[in-house]
């Protein structure tokens, strides 16, 4: 006999499939998420094996009629026939990628959040305590430093080697932020933390000795992408950790799978940023230009950054 809490549990789900084929009707498939069309599949599934079970009783035709009519018209977008098409990185970049970031804003920001805090910490125990910025620091660092100069004026006589190396180290911490996530976020919200602790010491150090704006104008250039970048690979793994610390009505494996579908397409948008921050920090920021220049083209690619994240190219 159909029981009120089975129907109780199974009847928001058949709201939920209502709810996408009416948004598939009303917008077209090519205008929803991957993860709409693939929540929209696997409720026509469920809907259908309830509609058998409901087909079983003779006093559920009140609810297998309904169920029956909402199946019919979920199937033709559940099995829409879609011609083949390749694969096509420049719409990814240009119109998915910044909806797959939309999406996982809140990891990000939060991923954000850490690396802040750890600067603020970084900052007040370096301004505290000066053993705390040599134990933090490289000796190179420290006497470039006490000199008054910035460590980094001899990557303009390697700058294709220091830009590959660049690469290579950014790439390195940001696969890992993604990479830790998996351990409940744990290891993701060390590194982040991490390396904003590193980040306040300097800036910390630097002011000391009088060359904060030497520092800030070398990093904004470069800065104004590697730190979002990480960030977004920190929120990549902090996404990842969410799938699996907080399934919801999903079985685990399934919330994991999900989340590790979408946290590696928002990883994907972090390899071109660092690519390009990578040149610009071995071939720009180290550059003796005026501070205003350097300033100004942070602006020109931050003010980029936010057009192209918040889809405004794309309309």
């Known amino acids: ?35 709409d069309l693939r929540e929209l599949a696997v409720l026509y599934r469920q809907a259908t094996a309830d509609l058998a079970r409901l087909r079983q009783e003779p006093d559920a035709e009140l609810y297998s009629a309904p169920l029956n009519a909402l199946l019919a018209g979920a199937h033709a977008w559940v099995y829409a026939g ?13 119109d998915i990628y910044p909806r797959v970031f939309r999406s996982c804003r809140g990891c990000i920001l939060l991923a954000a959040g850490m690396l802040l805090l750890g600067a603020i910490v970084g900052a007040v125990a370096a301004r505290q305590n000066s ?15 006490r000199r008054h100069r910035m460590w980094t004026t001899s990557v303009v006589a390697v700058s294709p080697e220091a830009s590959s190396g660049i690469m290579t180290n950014n790439l390195t911490v940001s ?17 982040m933390f991490f390396n904003g602790l590193l ?3 300097i800036g ?41 610390l907080f399934p919801g009505q999903l079985p685990r494996g399934r919330s994991l799978a999900r989340a590790g579908y979408e946290s590696t397409r928002l990883l994907l948008g972090v390899v071109p940023m660092l690519f390009l921050a990578g040149i ?28 192209y994240f918040h889809g405004l190219w794309a309309e």
């Open 1 to 35: 006999m159909m029981t009120a809490v089975w129907l109780e549990k199974h009847r928001p789900q058949w709201e939920r499939l209502r709810e996408l084929t009416k948004q598939a009707q009303n917008h077209g498939l090519r205008r929803m998420s991957a993860a």
């Open 82 to 94: 879609r011609p083949a098409r390749k694969r096509d990185p420049w719409r990814f970049y240009r």
């Open 131 to 145: 053993g705390f910025i040599r134990s933090m620091t490289p000796p190179n660092v420290r006497a470039a430093i």
């Open 175 to 191: 696969f890992l932020a993604y990479a830790f996530g998996i351990g409940a976020g744990v290891g993701t919200f060390y590194l």
């Open 199 to 201: 980040l306040g010491v």
């Open 204 to 244: 910390v150090a630097c002011a000391q000795h009088g060359i904060s704006l030497a520092l800030w104008s070398f990093v904004a250039p470069h800065g104004v992408l590697e730190l979002p970048a990480i960030c977004i690979a920190g929120g990549a793994g902090l996404r990842l950790a969410q799938g699996f």
């Open 280 to 307: 610009i920090e071995a071939f720009i920021s180290p550059q003796p230009w005026p501070v205003i220049l350097k300033f100004s083209i942070a602006a020109v690619l931050g003010s980029a950054e936010i057009l």
